[in-house]
């Protein structure tokens, strides 16, 4: 609540304080001190009230002043205010998505899992595999004679031979042995020949 404050002019008082001093110089005694003990209370009063006044605008301005800051807070609260809720709803935007990602992660990472675990068990597989054909390839190894083909074409040939040799005198037994022995070769080179055209 603001009070109007109506400053009091100089000139009544202090005329009222001169024609009191000069009355008061007029009259002796107890009327006199009287007089001067007016004019000297009526100029402190002036005083004081003058003193009122200056206080009173300054105390004026101060609750202006008071006023435009607490504006100016009311403003600035209001925008932190809005700064903070746009930013309680980025936090919740960024928590979300980041929530979305770690569970598609965690998805990506057990089906990879699922496929490390299956690869690992199919190498498992494969390498018992690999280790049986390795004794299989060990064990036909440990059978069989490796014979360039030209080899094998001199012993048909020798074959055809002894088997006209036989066939000439008359040796039925071992004519067919013979034979059975160039016929082999011959299976073996038939056999070659498309893994040789592979």
């Given at each position: 609540m603001?009070a109007?404050v109506v400053?009091l002019?100089?000139?009544?008082?202090?005329?009222?304080?001169?024609?009191?001093?000069r009355m008061?110089?007029?009259v002796?005694g107890r009327?006199g001190e009287?007089?001067?003990r007016a004019?000297a209370?009526?100029?402190?009063?002036?005083?004081?009230?003058?003193?009122?006044e200056?206080?009173?605008?300054?105390?004026?301005e101060?609750?202006?002043?008071?006023?435009e800051?607490r504006v100016a807070?009311e403003i600035?609260?209001d925008?932190?205010v809005?700064q903070?809720?746009a930013?309680?709803?980025?936090?919740?935007?960024?928590?979300t998505?980041?929530a979305a990602e770690r569970?598609?992660f965690?998805?990506?990472r057990?089906?990879?899992?699922a496929?490390m675990?299956?690869?690992?068990?199919h190498i498992?597989?494969l390498t018992?595999?690999?280790d049986?054909?390795r004794?299989?390839?060990?064990?036909f190894n440990?059978?069989v004679?490796?014979?360039?083909i030209?080899?094998l074409?001199?012993?048909?040939t020798?074959?055809d031979?002894?088997?006209?040799?036989?066939?000439?005198?008359?040796?039925v037994i071992s004519?067919a042995?013979?034979?059975?022995?160039?016929?082999?070769?011959?299976?073996a080179?038939?056999?070659?020949?498309?893994a040789?055209?592979a």
């Amino acid at each position: 609540m603001s009070a109007t404050v109506v400053p009091l002019p100089p000139t009544p008082s202090s005329e009222t304080v001169d024609f009191l001093r000069r009355m008061a110089s007029m009259v002796s005694g107890r009327n006199g001190e009287m007089l001067l003990r007016a004019a000297a209370l009526i100029e402190s009063l002036a005083q004081r009230a003058m003193s009122a006044e200056r206080l009173f605008h300054e105390a004026q301005e101060e609750s202006t002043r008071s006023t435009e800051l607490r504006v100016a807070t009311e403003i600035a609260s209001d925008a932190m205010v809005s700064q903070i809720e746009a930013l309680r709803a980025q936090l919740a935007e960024v928590t979300t998505a980041a929530a979305a990602e770690r569970t598609a992660f965690d998805a990506e990472r057990s089906k990879l899992l699922a496929l490390m675990q299956d690869a690992e068990s199919h190498i498992g597989k494969l390498t018992t595999e690999l280790d049986s054909l390795r004794a299989s390839v060990d064990n036909f190894n440990e059978t069989v004679v490796s014979v360039p083909i030209e080899v094998l074409r001199l012993a048909r040939t020798q074959f055809d031979y002894l088997s006209s040799g036989f066939a000439r005198k008359g040796d039925v037994i071992s004519q067919a042995m013979s034979e059975i022995g160039g016929f082999a070769i011959d299976q073996a080179l038939t056999a070659k020949k498309p893994a040789d055209k592979a």
